[in-house]
């Protein structure tokens, strides 16, 4: 028996080369403050580092979520019966659509260190976004669960209004 709604979640989580860079800019910080003794020093490297994490933590913050007939993207929240057909974009597609290819109307949930993408159609009439383009590591596993939450949707439609 399968679930009446899909699931899907990931975060958009930052490399671990940047938590590598946070911790080298806390250096660079000490660094500046070694002139004047080791309590600056050591001050320079915390703050420095802390506030470095703080900004890689926030950017790599954003979840994609298929959950109870909902698309949820960063701050959007989309009904999946307002979504049309998902493409899987590779590398070279992604870069693609959100370069030369994209549209400024479009909902971009964009992360530069995730090279794969999924493009998917908006179909509310009343909505002016053409598309939601999502960065995502899993593109494949992700249209499948808007797929999965999309025919679950339709099925229940169809039993409440028969």
């Avoid at 900004?55 to 954003?62: I, K, L, Q």
């Avoid at 493009?119 to 899993?138: C, H, M, Q």
């Amino acid at each position: 028996m399968q679930p009446s709604t899909a699931s899907y979640e990931e975060r958009l989580a930052a490399p671990r080369s940047w938590w590598l860079n946070s911790l080298l800019l806390g250096v660079s910080f000490a660094l500046i403050f070694l002139p004047f003794g080791p309590l600056p020093l050591l001050g320079g490297l915390v703050g420095g580092t802390a506030m470095a994490a703080l900004v890689v933590s926030a950017y790599g913050s954003p979840r994609i979520r298929v959950v109870g007939g909902f698309l949820i993207a960063g701050e959007a929240k989309i009904p999946v019966g307002a979504l049309g057909e998902a493409d899987v974009l590779d590398e070279e597609q992604a870069r693609a659509w959100r370069t030369y290819k994209a549209d400024t109307r479009a909902f971009l949930l964009l992360r530069a260190y995730i090279p794969t993408a999924l493009r998917v159609e908006v179909v509310d009439p009343e909505d002016p976004t053409p598309y939601l383009y999502l960065s995502t590591r899993e593109p494949q596993r992700l249209a499948m669960a808007l797929e999965a939450a999309r025919q679950a949707h339709a099925e229940t439609a169809q039993g409440k209004h028969p």
